[in-house]
């Protein structure tokens, strides 16, 4: 028998010289290529958390000669972000400080990046006061523009509620209140009640460019943030009723359930409810299918019940989308707090010894809507 021939052995590739013509080629290319190779290299080091203390702080001096001076051009090589965010968490408060004083003229167009906003989120959570302030200052002016970016969103939202101050709160809303207030910043609140207050005859202007805002926030789908939220509610507390049942639109309608758990959130629910027509109504209860159990346990959310069980007068859809979920879930929802302040309130509606004056005078707000023909509690009490 003719035995089968030994494939022939083929050339042995050379990987190693391909790999070192990759690095000559690169290096031609960048001028900074050997730079962010130890970069990279001290990074992959650093990063392990098992390492010893004494050995992350040699890395991150290490790191901080070979980046100071070239912060700025390293930065928007997308594979460095992750040093940058390192080099921000380990270092002291002093040894960033060059990071953020050299990326403060980018910090704009950082916050605009799908991972540049990582960045400036972690600038604010590891720098100073001092240099917090001077990031606020890059960013001011532009919070219009930034609110509505995608990414950038997320940026304003973190400093506003997280780092920002009562002024720097109020210069940041006082961007939306329309040029003119703007330039009186310092003398103005971020609450729209104070602004009313001192420039009575700008409201219906002022109002105007809420309510511009709060369609834009609304269609763009914006409204699960703190700041965003903020602003609607101005508009909501201060609208029309009319106006406000122009807003509860489909789009409105289908956000409604990410903002029943936060406090201005909830306000603005609890007005949806209020002053949207008996079509509108249905829908907001239908989208609540499925987080009527959390909504009972939540410190805002089982007010939006209260305020339901107050003005919707299908009582059918209320014991088939609300009350069946609450039965289901009755022994869950009777040992948390806030559930067995809604248990109550199912019982006892606005009962002054159960509930403070201030949940009962909140929840008063909506006995003068126009659309309920039920009784509010108040009045049969």
Same mark, same amino acid.
Request: proline letters at 3%; glycine letters at 4%; charged letters at 30%.
């Given at each position: 028998?003719?035995?089968?021939?030994?494939?022939?052995?083929?050339?042995?590739?050379?990987?190693?010289?391909?790999?070192?013509?990759?690095?000559?080629?690169?290096?031609?290319?960048?001028?900074?290529?050997?730079?962010?190779?130890?970069?990279?290299?001290?990074?992959?080091?650093?990063?392990?958390?098992?390492?010893?203390?004494?050995?992350?702080?040699?890395?991150?001096?290490?790191?901080?000669?070979?980046?100071?001076?070239?912060?700025?051009?390293?930065?928007?090589?997308?594979?460095?972000?992750?040093?940058?965010?390192?080099?921000?968490?380990?270092?002291?408060?002093?040894?960033?400080?060059?990071?953020?004083?050299?990326?403060?003229?980018?910090?704009?167009?950082?916050?605009?990046? @799908?991972? #540049?906003?990582?960045?400036?989120?972690?600038? *604010?959570?590891?720098?100073?006061?001092?240099? $917090? =302030? &001077? /990031?606020?200052?890059?960013?001011?002016?532009?919070?219009?523009?930034?609110?509505?970016?995608?990414?950038?969103?997320?940026?304003?939202?973190?400093?506003?509620?997280?780092?920002?101050?009562?002024?720097?709160?109020?210069?940041?809303?006082?961007?939306?209140?329309?040029?003119?207030?703007?330039?009186?910043?310092?003398?103005?609140?971020?609450?729209?009640?104070?602004?009313?207050?001192?420039?009575?005859?700008?409201?219906?202007?002022?109002?105007?460019?809420?309510?511009?805002?709060?369609?834009?926030?609304?269609?763009?789908?914006?409204?699960?943030?703190?700041?965003?939220?903020?602003?609607?509610?101005?508009?909501?507390?201060?609208?029309?009723?009319?106006?406000?049942?122009?807003?509860?639109?489909?789009?409105?309608?289908?956000?409604?359930?990410?903002?029943?758990?936060? @406090?201005? #959130?909830?306000?603005?629910?609890?007005?949806? *409810?209020?002053?949207?027509?008996?079509?509108? $109504? =249905? &829908? /907001?209860?239908?989208?609540?299918?499925?987080?009527?159990?959390?909504?009972?346990?939540?410190?805002?959310?089982?007010?939006?019940?209260?305020?339901?069980?107050?003005?919707?007068?299908?009582?059918?859809?209320?014991?088939?989308?609300?009350?069946?979920?609450?039965?289901?879930?009755?022994?869950?929802?009777?040992?948390?707090?806030?559930?067995?302040?809604?248990?109550?309130?199912?019982?006892?509606?606005?009962?002054?010894?159960?509930?403070?004056?201030?949940?009962?005078?909140?929840?008063?707000?909506?006995?003068?809507?126009?659309?309920?023909?039920?009784?509010?509690?108040?009045?049969?009490?």
């Amino acid at each position: 028998k003719n035995k089968k021939r030994k494939p022939e052995a083929k050339e042995p590739k050379e990987p190693l010289k391909k790999k070192a013509l990759k690095k000559v080629r690169k290096a031609c290319e960048d001028n900074d290529y050997e730079t962010i190779t130890k970069i990279k290299a001290l990074w992959e080091k650093g990063r392990v958390s098992e390492i010893e203390p004494a050995k992350q702080a040699k890395i991150v001096e290490e790191l901080k000669g070979l980046m100071e001076g070239k912060v700025e051009s390293l930065m928007f090589k997308h594979d460095l972000a992750r040093v940058v965010q390192l080099l921000l968490r380990l270092g002291k408060a002093n040894d960033s400080n060059f990071i953020v004083k050299e990326l403060l003229p980018h910090v704009c167009e950082l916050s605009k990046s @799908k991972y #540049g906003k990582f960045t400036v989120n972690c600038m *604010l959570k590891n720098t100073s006061p001092e240099m $917090r =302030k &001077l /990031i606020f200052k890059s960013l001011s002016g532009h919070f219009r523009k930034l609110i509505l970016h995608a990414e950038a969103v997320t940026v304003v939202d973190t400093f506003y509620n997280d780092y920002a101050n009562s002024r720097e709160r109020t210069e940041m809303v006082t961007e939306f209140y329309g040029k003119e207030l703007y330039l009186y910043r310092d003398l103005l609140s971020e609450h729209f009640s104070k602004v009313i207050e001192l420039y009575p005859d700008k409201k219906d202007k002022v109002l105007e460019e809420l309510l511009g805002h709060t369609q834009v926030f609304i269609e763009k789908g914006l409204s699960g943030h703190i700041i965003v939220q903020h602003l609607m509610l101005q508009y909501f507390l201060h609208g029309s009723e009319e106006s406000i049942q122009e807003l509860v639109s489909d789009k409105l309608i289908e956000q409604i359930v990410n903002f029943v758990h936060t @406090k201005e #959130g909830s306000k603005i629910a609890m007005r949806c *409810l209020w002053y949207s027509k008996a079509k509108e $109504r =249905k &829908l /907001i209860i239908r989208t609540f299918k499925g987080h009527v159990k959390d909504m009972c346990m939540n410190e805002n959310g089982y007010l939006v019940l209260c305020a339901l069980f107050d003005c919707v007068d299908d009582t059918v859809l209320v014991k088939k989308a609300i009350l069946s979920e609450i039965m289901e879930n009755l022994d869950t929802i009777a040992m948390s707090q806030y559930g067995r302040l809604l248990l109550n309130y199912i019982l006892a509606p606005r009962s002054t010894k159960l509930f403070p004056p201030s949940i009962i005078d909140c929840l008063k707000v909506g006995d003068t809507n126009n659309v309920s023909k039920k009784r509010s509690p108040s009045q049969t009490n």
